[in-house]
């Protein structure tokens, strides 16, 4: 247990390592970064108008109210942070570093080479960017409600947060993962448009696709489970699954990994 705590300190000392060595570099081409960053808040006013057209509306989304609706927009924008800081940099390079021998190298280190090769870039400023604007529109939500979500609830609520990234993380890296099989598909840029499943309640959609996509893949579960806990709309099933599902997803990744890596010739071979 002690290896283990270990283990996870060094790794994530090497990963703000990552972040500090991707800030800089990002810092020295400055405009690239605030256009980036004004991109990026462009993105964030398309979103608005969404929320905009649903207040002058007043339309409800299976039950929900335009400030619940809130929620679930200000959840999936946060998370977004995430998914495009953290994630998707990565998931782009990966064909490359397999294509250009680059992954030679990665090889060689002391660390976990999943670690090195799914976790060594990131955008801060998005990160930034997107969590900030999602916790406002979160806040914005629960103040019109006028709900008092005690202490509890908002530890469980960061509690679905995490579980959230770990499944986005899972879900998307696993069929990426298929560039050491197909190094000529763009798989990256092929699953990247599923992640806008998640932009609107999970409710929008029918029973049977609600289901495939909590249960079978689970892409609702990343933006949706956080708030409808903040909610208190999850059944104990959903409840269980939100806990269980990163779990299962991260076992099945490494299972993936390890065969994909098996699949791999060195550059010099």
């Known amino acids: 247990m002690m290896e283990f705590l270990r283990e996870v300190r060094k790794h ?3 990963f703000l390592a990552f972040m500090r060595s991707c800030l800089a570099a990002q810092m ?9 960053i004004a991109m990026e ?13 649903v207040y002058r509306a007043g339309v409800s989304i299976n039950g929900l109210s335009p400030d619940e ?42 660390v976990s080479l999943q670690f090195m090769i799914t976790l060594r870039r990131s955008d801060l400023g998005l990160l930034a960017v997107d969590i900030g604007a999602g ?22 609520f960061a509690g679905y947060m995490i579980s959230s990234s770990l499944v986005a993380y899972a879900l998307f890296v ?29 409710g929008i959609y029918n029973r049977a696709i609600q289901a495939i996509g909590t249960y079978l893949i689970p892409i609702f579960v990343i933006t949706n489970f956080p708030a409808m806990y903040l909610l208190d709309r999850m059944d104990p099933l959903m409840a269980f699954w939100g806990i269980v599902s990163p779990v299962l997803l991260l076992w099945l990744t490494r299972i993936v990994f390890k065969k994909a890596v098996r699949r791999y010739e060195s550059a010099s071979s």
Not at 76 to 87: D, N
Not at 135 to 156: E, N, P, Q, T
């Open 28 to 36: 020295e081409y400055r405009a690239n970064f605030f256009t980036g």
């Open 69 to 110: 609706i809130l929620l679930f927009v200000g959840t999936f924008v946060a998370m977004t942070g995430v998914y495009a800081g953290l994630i998707m940099m990565n998931l782009f390079s990966l064909r490359d570093i397999i294509r250009n021998g680059a992954l030679d190298l990665y090889i060689t280190k002391p």
């Open 41 to 53: 808040g462009g993105y964030l006013l398309v979103k608005l108008m969404y929320i905009l057209v």
């Open 174 to 202: 696993i069929p990426v993962l298929l560039s050491f099989w197909f190094l000529g598909a763009n798989l990256a840029g092929a699953i990247d448009p599923f992640w806008d499943f998640n932009n609107m309640p999970m």
């Open 12 to 14: 994530f000392r090497i």
């Open 135 to 156: 916790a406002i529109m979160i806040g914005v939500g629960l103040v019109r409600l006028g709900d008092s979500v005690d202490h509890w609830r908002l530890f469980g």
